[in-house]
């Protein structure tokens, strides 16, 4: 993840867009200098809590807002996520089968797995 500073600054700046306020009416509001509002948004100045709470209610968010972002989906989340669809495709293929080859299709991917796992180590 990026600096934790940053993405709180990317997030006021965004906020303060959406509201369509000025870098110059925002600091007023929030009772900070400009040029330090600028510095947050950039993320090269550390915004303190009490700060971070001036600006939320200048934005008339709730301070969580601020705080509400998500690292890169890990490639742990892909692998799950593709695993699914192929669950998903799997059962679509299946639903109008018997139970006996819905059995058969389970053992016939276990063995492949099995098979796959052997030969990765």
Same mark, same amino acid.
């Given at each position: 993840m990026k600096n934790i500073y940053k993405t709180v600054g990317e997030k006021v700046r965004r906020e303060r867009l959406k509201k369509g306020l000025t870098?110059?009416? &925002?600091?007023?509001?929030?009772d900070i200098h400009y040029t330090f509002l600028g510095y947050i948004e950039l993320g090269?100045?550390?915004?303190? &809590?009490?700060t971070i709470?001036? &600006?939320?209610?200048a934005l008339q968010i709730p301070v969580a807002d601020l705080f509400k972002f998500f690292d890169k989906k890990?490639?742990?989340d892909s692998k799950v996520k593709s695993l699914q669809k192929k669950l998903h495709q799997l059962q679509l293929l299946t639903s109008n089968?018997?139970?006996?080859v819905k059995k058969l299709i389970i053992d016939v991917a276990r063995k492949i797995a099995k098979k796959?796992?052997?030969s990765k180590h």
């Amino acid at each position: 993840m990026k600096n934790i500073y940053k993405t709180v600054g990317e997030k006021v700046r965004r906020e303060r867009l959406k509201k369509g306020l000025t870098i110059e009416e &925002l600091a007023d509001m929030s009772d900070i200098h400009y040029t330090f509002l600028g510095y947050i948004e950039l993320g090269k100045k550390k915004a303190s &809590l009490e700060t971070i709470r001036k &600006l939320a209610n200048a934005l008339q968010i709730p301070v969580a807002d601020l705080f509400k972002f998500f690292d890169k989906k890990s490639p742990k989340d892909s692998k799950v996520k593709s695993l699914q669809k192929k669950l998903h495709q799997l059962q679509l293929l299946t639903s109008n089968t018997s139970p006996e080859v819905k059995k058969l299709i389970i053992d016939v991917a276990r063995k492949i797995a099995k098979k796959c796992k052997k030969s990765k180590h």
